[in-house]
Nanobody, 121 residues
Framework: QVQLVESGGGLVQVGGSLRLSCAAS????????MAWYRRAPGKQRELVAGITSGGSTNYADSVKGRFTISRVNAKNTVYLQMNTLKPEDTALYYCNAAGKTTPTSSLGVYWGQGTQVTVSS
């Protein structure tokens, strides 16, 4: 069974930092991309940052220069270092992975349960 387990969320003051982690289960044969999305209250889910297996990254304009995504392929783990946090970063953050469970399976998209990040002013 494919699972993505997030950790690292919490309550932090404006200007503070948090590091989110997401570990994918070993049932993956290969993971093409991993990403972080977020959903703020009353808003649609949006892409925060993504990273390919080769290390290419992309970021939402709102987090460029403040957030850094990284991954350890051997551990099927992705991280999101969040610095200089703002109240508008408050959201439920979801881990996302696109990958295969076997060499011949189709590419599947998987989601974690989410971890809450709250930035207080």
């Amino acid at each position: 069974q494919v699972q993505l387990v997030e950790s690292g969320g919490g309550l932090v003051q404006v200007g503070g930092s948090l590091r989110l982690s997401c570990a994918a289960s070993e049932t993956f044969f290969s993971i093409v991309t991993m990403a972080w999305y977020r959903r703020a209250p009353g808003k649609q889910r949006e892409l925060v940052a993504g990273i390919t297996s080769g290390g290419s990254t992309n970021y939402a304009d709102s987090v460029k220069g403040r957030f850094t995504i990284s991954r350890v392929n051997a551990k099927n783990t992705v991280y999101l270092q969040m610095n200089t946090l703002k109240p508008e970063d408050t959201a439920l953050y979801y881990c996302n992975a696109a990958g295969k469970t076997t060499p011949t399976s189709s590419l599947g998209v998987y989601w974690g349960q989410g971890t809450q990040v709250t930035v207080s002013s």
